[in-house]
């Protein structure tokens, strides 16, 4: 509709209503100048050292209320090495994130191939043998679980959680769920309890493991396909990226892990235990999207991972250390995924703005 032009020296009649989309006066004013900027940089702060801000806190809380045992190297040295495992699982967990893809099989694997691994063993393979077929049935359940996703078309949540639920099958059909024991373990287990120079075995295997995802991700063609992918598919695939084979090689990289994570579970615990690694699933994507809101704002990578994993090993410590009941760890990880998950969002809302 049509408006009549007013004269430029008619005044504004005072009933006039303020243009469309326009704030009232009053509530145009109601918030102080800048303040806007001091929120969006909060937001932004949040998004990109949220997790190393939640870390520092609890590093200080738990000092504070536990100084003689909480603040000591030898914790510390304990930390790192119970975390040794779990972050081996967890970064093979983001490479597929970092393709835009879910694995939720990770656990299911972990279980099931540190199980087989101790089963083989007791038959009389070889150490090397069987943990190279134990490693290799775990990159045979990535392929898969890529193939499935890539070439058939079913949603990753639904595909890797369908995965997971037969290789817990497997598991019980192979255990009868009952754990299975070692007679001469001591070969085995000296894998995981071993050092070198001092430095645990563990810490020498997450180390390589850590070093090699970052190299594979970061100074790799195929790495930057999987990056590629993760911004989007489709314009990768207009760029001539192979994408069905690179979200498949990184599914493969996740049960890979995940393989190698069961292998040294069962190496520390001297024995193959049906359930032992189905926690993994929960604490890796905790630690997954904690470090995508570590340093980079919403993007999932090896560094951030890692930082997610110590946050997550330091407050179940602590929560240890202060004597709280085991129930809280489990309150504390599943809040720890919430606040990670909107950390990270908030992350990616800002990077995409």
């Not at 009232?24 to 990109?48: C, E, I, K, N, W």
């Not at 929560?319 to 606040?339: D, E, S, W």
């Amino acid at each position: 509709m049509n408006r009549a032009v007013m004269p430029a020296d008619h005044p504004l009649p005072e009933t006039a209503a303020p243009a469309e989309g326009a704030l009232p006066v009053a509530q145009a004013g109601s918030l102080p100048p800048g303040t806007h900027d001091r929120r969006a940089l909060l937001m932004r702060l949040l998004g990109t050292y949220g997790t190393i801000i939640v870390l520092a806190l609890m590093l200080a809380i738990f000092s504070v209320l536990q100084p003689g045992t909480f603040a000591t190297i030898g914790n510390f040295r304990n930390i790192i090495n119970d975390m040794a495992i779990g972050t081996i699982v967890a970064a093979g967990l983001t490479v597929p994130l970092v393709a835009g893809d879910f694995d939720l099989s990770i656990g299911y694997v972990a279980s099931f191939c540190g199980l087989l691994a101790v089963g083989l063993l007791s038959s009389g393979l070889s150490i090397p043998l069987a943990i190279l077929l134990v490693i290799a049935l775990g990159t045979i359940i990535g392929v898969v679980n890529g193939l499935v996703v890539s070439k058939i078309g079913v949603n990753a949540f639904i595909a890797t959680l369908g995965t997971g639920t037969i290789v817990v099958g497997l598991n019980y059909a192979y255990s009868g769920g009952i754990p299975l024991q070692l007679t001469q373990s001591r070969e085995f287990t000296r894998i995981a309890i071993g050092r070198i120079a001092g430095v645990p075995h563990l810490v020498i295997i997450m180390a390589v493991v850590l070093a090699l995802l970052w190299v594979i991700l970061n100074r790799t063609v195929q790495g930057q396909h999987i990056k590629a992918i993760g911004v989007s598919p489709e314009s990768a695939r207009r760029a001539g990226v192979a994408v069905d084979r690179s979200r498949i090689v990184a599914f493969a990289i996740a049960s890979t892990c995940a393989a190698i994570g069961g292998v040294l579970m069962a190496s520390n615990l001297g024995s193959g235990q049906v359930t032992a690694g189905d926690s993994f699933m929960l604490t890796s994507f905790s630690a997954a999207f904690l470090g995508s809101a570590a340093l980079r704002e919403g993007q999932f990578h090896i560094l951030g991972t890692l930082i997610g994993v110590l946050t997550v090993a330091v407050g179940n410590n602590g929560l240890a250390m202060i004597g709280a009941p085991i129930f809280t760890q489990f309150l504390f990880t599943g809040t720890l995924l919430v606040v990670a998950v909107a950390l990270g969002g908030i992350g990616r809302r800002f990077a995409r703005g």
